[in-house]
């Protein structure tokens, strides 16, 4: 296992030479959650769109939580999947509202940050991956989320087991890691994934990690790395 820790940590100072430390905003903690649930299946640049237009709507949650839910469906269609996101959301901010009288989740700072994250997880629809990324870049608490990108990455670069499901990579990947390395890796991780390791065909002559990843040597055709020889005429 301490093999394995300092593998990370070599992969993701490797990462911050080639991509830098990335840099974000933070969001007050509402806010980053329905940002979240708004980018599932869809880009950054949609799920930005659709939030801005939702606020512009909706200056304060609470007038959405009382609009009807067909207004709040039309301001998120840039995100797609309008119909199923709308309720959800509708549904967290009513549950936030019942639990506390008001929708904030400020209130999580004070709480340990397994009772942080089972409180998130007990919203509707909010799974782990929603909860880390708001306890991490809302709530400054240590979670690691794993979305797509990193549990794709993670698995190639022989991080966690192969069969390990995204869920259960949260708890084992952060184990991996400092704290204050997980904002970084996390974003920097997403990052390979969308420009490099890509899902059917990754650019792996091209990848920042190539000399120490094992998937390019464990599929040659994938990865694009097959050396060719000339037929003997």
């Given at each position: 296992?301490?093999?394995?820790?300092?593998?990370?940590?070599?992969?993701?100072?490797?990462?911050e030479e080639a991509?830098?430390?990335?840099?974000?905003?933070?969001?007050?903690?509402?806010?980053?959650?329905?940002?979240?649930?708004?980018?599932?299946?869809?880009?950054?640049?949609?799920?930005?769109?659709?939030?801005?237009?939702?606020?512009?709507?909706?200056?304060?949650?609470?007038?959405?939580?009382?609009?009807?839910?067909?207004?709040?469906?039309?301001?998120?269609?840039?995100?797609?999947?309008?119909?199923?996101?709308?309720?959800?959301?509708?549904?967290?901010?009513?549950?936030?509202?019942?639990?506390?009288?008001?929708?904030?989740?400020?209130?999580?700072?004070?709480?340990?940050?397994?009772?942080?994250?089972?409180?998130?997880?007990?919203?509707?629809?909010?799974?782990?991956?929603?909860?880390?990324?708001?306890?991490?870049?809302?709530?400054?608490?240590?979670?690691?989320?794993?979305?797509?990108?990193?549990?794709?990455?993670?698995?190639?670069?022989?991080?966690?087991?192969?069969?390990?499901?995204?869920?259960?990579?949260?708890?084992?990947?952060?184990?991996?890691?400092?704290?204050?390395?997980?904002?970084?890796?996390?974003?920097?991780?997403?990052?390979?994934?969308?420009?490099?390791?890509?899902?059917?065909?990754?650019?792996?002559?091209?990848?920042?990690?190539?000399?120490?990843?094992?998937?390019k040597r464990a599929?040659?055709?994938?990865?694009?790395?097959?050396?060719?020889?000339?037929?003997?005429?």
């Open positions: 296992m301490a093999t394995l820790h300092a593998r990370t940590r070599q992969i993701v100072r490797r990462l991509y830098g430390i990335p840099v974000w905003d933070r969001k007050d903690p509402v806010d980053e959650l329905i940002s979240t649930i708004l980018s599932q299946n869809t880009n950054d640049r949609n799920r930005d769109r659709a939030f801005t237009a939702l606020r512009t709507r909706f200056p304060a949650w609470e007038d959405a939580l009382e609009a009807p839910v067909t207004d709040i469906v039309a301001a998120i269609r840039p995100a797609g999947l309008g119909p199923q996101k709308g309720p959800r959301i509708r549904s967290v901010l009513h549950t936030i509202k019942e639990a506390r009288g008001r929708i904030e989740l400020d209130f999580l700072r004070a709480s340990p940050p397994d009772a942080a994250r089972a409180w998130l997880t007990g919203l509707p629809g909010v799974g782990p991956k929603t909860a880390a990324i708001v306890m991490l870049f809302a709530l400054d608490m240590p979670a690691f989320p794993v979305d797509t990108h990193v549990h794709r990455v993670t698995g190639r670069l022989g991080l966690r087991p192969e069969r390990m499901s995204a869920d259960a990579s949260h708890a084992y990947l952060a184990g991996l890691l400092d704290a204050d390395q997980y904002a970084p890796a996390h974003l920097n991780l997403i990052r390979l994934g969308r420009e490099v390791c890509h899902a059917r065909k990754p650019d792996c002559p091209h990848c920042a990690l190539n000399r120490l990843c094992p998937y599929h040659p055709r994938i990865a694009g790395t097959v050396r060719t020889t000339a037929r003997k005429r």
